[in-house]
């Protein structure tokens, strides 16, 4: 059986977050519980208890029934990342692209969840885990970078864009010459936080099916300043992450926003996620227009640069991004 939605369920009084079936692995404890829906109508049901082994025929089972999505408790969220960590991330065995696409979607569902929940500590945190695991992802050997951006949804949900955007920035960064490995989960991280303040904007603007209007557009430009005040005053998000955050719309003339930055003055950190912001944009569908393909979004790029764009970091988005010349 194949699950029809991969939305939160309630089970009981706990919520109940998707897993891809595809993450499971034979494993002779597992750290949470697992959850599985017999019907698109029915209640979830336990399917296997924390510290019960998960074995082979387990899993073959699962795909010979189709089943792929189970489920956990929202509350083992952190237990399921340290099982993709340790499990799928880190194991060579496990292409790297695969490693990625399993860890994609397990990061938007989650972050999905505890946005809603307005939860800001578990996302920084959720973030941060998000950035490790795929800038060592990023790093590996055996990576093709074209076979990762093919991985990249495109549809225009703010989850999916905040997850393909912490990707580009995360890969720009490390070809433009940021070699520390903190910096670089810094900068993934602050990648998929980047538009956390939209969460001040309400989702009849955010999920309108058409071009919005002008007092709708501008409750849209406060939200680099919504975010930048929700994590200002946290310890555990560098000065780096809150420009991205703060800065992602200013343009290097000026005419940006929320305060018409110029030049030297947006941090280099925000210059990759506006490129990168806007790239992801132009390629994503939306309700009223066609997508772009990734060499008319690099067009639009270059004859904005450089009076509005870092040309640097658009001439390396434009050589690792597959596209027909």
């Not at 720009?172 to 904007?201: F, M, N, Q, T």
Request: glycine residues 6%; contains cysteine.
């Amino acid at each position: 059986m194949t699950a029809e939605s991969t939305d939160a369920l309630s089970g009981g009084a706990e919520t109940l977050l998707p897993v891809a079936g595809a993450t499971l692995l034979p494993i002779s404890s597992l750290p949470f519980d697992l959850y599985i829906q017999p019907q698109p109508s029915k209640p979830a049901v336990l399917y296997r208890a924390r510290s019960v082994p998960l074995r082979q025929a387990d899993v073959e089972k699962l795909i010979e029934n189709e089943v792929e999505i189970l489920y956990i408790l929202a509350e083992d969220h952190e237990a399921y990342q340290y099982y993709l960590h340790r499990e799928l991330i880190q194991n060579r065995q496990v292409e790297p692209t695969r490693r990625f696409s399993l860890l994609k979607d397990a990061t938007r569902s989650i972050f999905e969840h505890f946005s809603r929940s307005n939860d800001t500590g578990r996302l920084v945190r959720i973030a941060a885990g998000f950035g490790e695991q795929i800038t060592n992802i990023i790093l590996s050997e055996d990576l093709v970078l074209h076979e990762l951006f093919s991985l990249l949804d495109h549809d225009y949900y703010t989850y999916t864009h905040a997850v393909n955007v912490c990707t580009y920035c995360a890969v720009v960064a490390s070809r433009l010459g940021i070699s520390s490995k903190r910096d670089l989960e810094a900068v993934a991280a602050g990648g998929l936080l980047h538009d956390l303040g939209k969460r001040a904007v309400g989702t009849q603007i955010l999920n309108k099916r058409g071009r919005l209007g002008e007092s709708e557009y501008r409750i849209v430009r406060e939200h680099p300043l919504a975010g930048f005040k929700d994590l200002c005053c946290r310890t555990d998000v560098t000065w780096g992450q809150l420009m991205m955050i703060y800065q992602h719309h200013e343009r290097l003339d000026g005419s940006g926003y929320p305060v018409q930055l110029a030049g030297e003055s947006v941090h280099l950190w925000a210059r990759i996620c506006a490129v990168v912001d806007v790239f992801d944009a132009l390629t994503n569908v939306r309700p009223y227009r066609r997508r772009d393909s990734a060499g008319d979004a690099l067009s639009f790029l270059a004859q904005h640069t450089p009076a509005q764009f870092d040309q640097e970091v658009v001439h390396c988005l434009a050589e690792i991004i597959p596209c027909p010349r």
